[in-house]
């Protein structure tokens, strides 16, 4: 395995997805209720995008499933579905999770570049904030593409957006951290009240670009977060049909709150670029 792949493994069963927005005991019901609490208040889209009823006796792959948030929706709404995840850590929490609350699915450790899946097995794959995670994303979605049904087989993923307001403002910060516009960016203080807490707390002198990116995203320390603009993301998924990308916004503070409510800004310049697609 390559090096950077160990320690985004490492990354994610050290600090399991969303897991630190919860204060309940680690791995009770009470800290899976906070966890799915957090994404729903933050990420509210992610129900109507996934609509987990429709896919009922389906095969469903979610490829990344973290805490389970989503792998347990799809379940409880019917779907046979498999659950595949770089980190053991987050994999045994998941499983943990369907225990508490008695569900049936099958969970396994994997990476999402090398499936170990047949050719056309799959309905659905759905992978949500995970593709832009591993080095090799382009080779992720051919191997999503190959275990997806022939004739409609459908994928559904999300990406983080290159062009949105959330990646201009983490940009912005690299830009003045240094030098002179380090000065300036006194004047722009106040703005950082409006965005999420976490990027408050680096050290942002001592960052590359990309790695000031990573740590904004998913926190000091996450090796790897990749962006991606629309043109990007539609040339990845090129093999697929009925290719459709649109973004949202995150709802993590007042002001991406309100841009939320502005649907036309949103849909270009949100951060999460959901990509639908089929075979
Ligand atoms: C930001 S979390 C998202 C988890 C979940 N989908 C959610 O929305 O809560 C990213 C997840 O992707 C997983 N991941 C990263 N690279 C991966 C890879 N190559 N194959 C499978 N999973 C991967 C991580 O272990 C982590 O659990």
């Given at each position: 395995m390559e090096e950077i792949k160990k320690k985004v493994r490492a990354w994610w069963d050290s600090h399991p997805c969303c897991g630190n927005?919860?204060?309940?005991?680690?791995?009770?019901?009470?800290?899976?209720?906070?966890?799915?609490?957090?994404?729903?208040?933050?990420?509210?889209?992610?129900?109507?995008?996934?609509?987990?009823?429709?896919?009922?006796?389906?095969?469903?792959?979610?490829?990344?499933?973290?805490?389970?948030?989503?792998f347990s929706r799809f379940v409880g709404n019917g779907a046979r579905a498999t659950g595949i995840d770089l980190s053991a850590g987050s994999l045994e929490l998941t499983k943990r999770r369907l225990g508490l609350f008695n569900l049936k699915g099958s969970l396994c450790?994997?990476?999402?570049?090398?499936?170990?899946?047949?050719?056309?097995?799959?309905?659905?794959?759905?992978?949500?904030?995970?593709?832009?995670?591993?080095?090799?994303?382009?080779?992720?979605?051919?191997?999503?593409?190959r275990c997806l049904k022939p004739d409609g087989g459908k994928a559904i993923v999300m990406l983080y957006n290159k062009r949105s307001f959330l990646?201009?403002?983490y940009r912005r910060q690299y830009l003045f951290?240094?030098?002179?516009?380090?000065?300036?960016?006194?004047?722009?203080?106040?703005?950082?009240?409006?965005?999420?807490?976490e990027s408050k707390d680096f050290c942002y002198e001592k960052m590359d670009s990309e790695?000031?990116?990573?740590?904004?995203?998913?926190?000091?320390?996450?090796?790897?977060?990749?962006?991606?603009?629309?043109?990007?993301?539609?040339?990845?998924?090129?093999?697929?049909?009925c290719v459709k990308a649109?973004?949202?916004?995150?709802?993590?503070?007042?002001?991406?709150?309100?841009?939320?409510?502005?649907?036309?800004?949103?849909r270009h310049f949100g951060w999460f670029l959901v990509i639908e697609a089929e075979k």
């Open positions: 927005q919860a204060d309940s005991e680690w791995g009770s019901k009470e800290f899976f209720k906070q966890v799915d609490l957090y994404k729903d208040t933050y990420e509210p889209f992610t129900n109507t995008i996934a609509r987990y009823p429709d896919w009922s006796g389906k095969r469903v792959l979610e490829i990344g499933v973290g805490l389970g948030k989503d450790v994997a990476d999402a570049e090398h499936l170990p899946f047949k050719n056309g097995v799959f309905d659905l794959v759905f992978s949500w904030g995970v593709l832009h995670h591993t080095p090799g994303t382009k080779k992720a979605i051919s191997e999503l593409y990646c201009a403002y951290s240094r030098g002179w516009f380090k000065k300036i960016s006194k004047v722009f203080f106040p703005l950082r009240r409006l965005v999420p807490s790695g000031l990116l990573s740590a904004c995203t998913d926190g000091a320390g996450n090796p790897l977060s990749k962006v991606y603009t629309r043109k990007e993301a539609r040339k990845m998924f090129s093999d697929f049909r649109e973004a949202f916004e995150h709802g993590k503070s007042r002001f991406f709150g309100l841009l939320r409510r502005m649907k036309i800004l949103e």
